[in-house]
């Protein structure tokens, strides 16, 4: 696991964009594995800047979220169909039939998880994950305790996930007690997983899946046993870890020719 401690978000963003791009590159059909919430957004306003200034094209990518709310009704703004669709792949050159979201709606909960495990497969699997973290640690929505081989079911949302997530609902009430998210050992098979963790709230976590052991109870610990993550994070999220000045001596002395 390469952890990198960088200045700000915007530093994050550009270094990933950087990895995409490459990857984009060398494969235009690359499947990219993509997270909602607030620590991808510098990434996906990098890559739709590239987009627009610079012909960064998306239109042989696939993309796969990595969860979804059960129960919203289809087209809620806070569905994270509508949030991919609105943060990113509107606004660059995906097709719309190139992304795919779990399906939340309550008719189809039950064969939800394995038709999305099938399209995962069908589209030949994902080559880059992008990540967030909980403050407690999970990673999709797979809550503490969940198993480090799941595969993409329905998951019940600690209250203080619910907690975090009030802020893009007008109440807590609002917020789904239900999920339907890529299990542990699905995230476990994409290539290559870029989590990103930003500010003091992430930094216990950080701490405890970077450094503490392997552990259902921190689920973000299970990539641990992943041969290609980087993990950035902001000055913050890095302040509690133990080995922050070897992971900074590491990224300076990198070679200029390996990217992340
Ligand atoms: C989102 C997801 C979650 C978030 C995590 C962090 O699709 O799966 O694991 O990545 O809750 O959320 P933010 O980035 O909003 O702090």
């Given at each position: 696991m390469e952890i990198v401690i960088l200045p700000d978000s915007e530093t994050i963003g550009r270094i990933t964009a950087n990895a995409i791009e490459e990857l984009i590159a060398r494969k235009p059909g690359s499947v990219l594995g993509l997270a909602t919430g607030s620590s991808p957004l510098s990434v996906y306003d990098e890559l739709a800047r590239r987009y627009r200034e610079?012909?960064?094209?998306?239109?042989s990518a696939r993309a796969f979220a990595l969860d979804e709310y059960v129960g919203l009704p289809v087209g809620h703004t806070e569905s994270y169909r509508e949030v991919i669709n609105r943060e990113f792949t509107n606004k660059?050159?995906?097709?719309?039939?190139n992304v795919s979201c779990p399906d939340g709606t309550e008719g189809n909960i039950a064969a939800s998880g394995e038709v999305y495990e099938k399209s995962i497969q069908a589209a030949g699997g994902v080559d880059l994950q992008i990540l967030g973290i909980g403050s407690?640690?999970?990673?999709?929505?797979?809550?503490?305790?969940?198993?480090?081989?799941s595969r993409t079911r329905v998951k019940t949302l600690l209250a203080q996930t619910r907690q975090d997530n009030a802020r893009f609902f007008d109440n807590l009430d609002d917020v789904p007690r239900h999920v339907v998210t890529q299990g542990l050992g699905t995230i476990m098979e994409a290539r290559h997983i870029v989590l990103i963790a930003c500010g003091i709230g992430k930094a216990q976590a950080v701490r405890a899946f970077a450094?503490?052991?392997?552990s259902a109870f921190c689920p973000?610990?299970?990539?641990?046993?992943?041969?290609h993550v980087t993990v950035l994070t902001d000055e913050e999220a890095a302040s509690?870890?133990?080995l922050s000045s070897y992971y900074r001596e590491t990224y300076a002395n990198k070679p200029t020719w390996q990217s992340i």
């Open positions: 610079e012909g960064l094209s998306f239109a660059v050159d995906i097709p719309a039939e407690n640690g999970h990673i999709g929505f797979n809550e503490p305790g969940s198993s480090l081989s450094e503490g052991p392997v973000a610990s299970v990539l641990q046993m992943h041969p509690s870890l133990q």
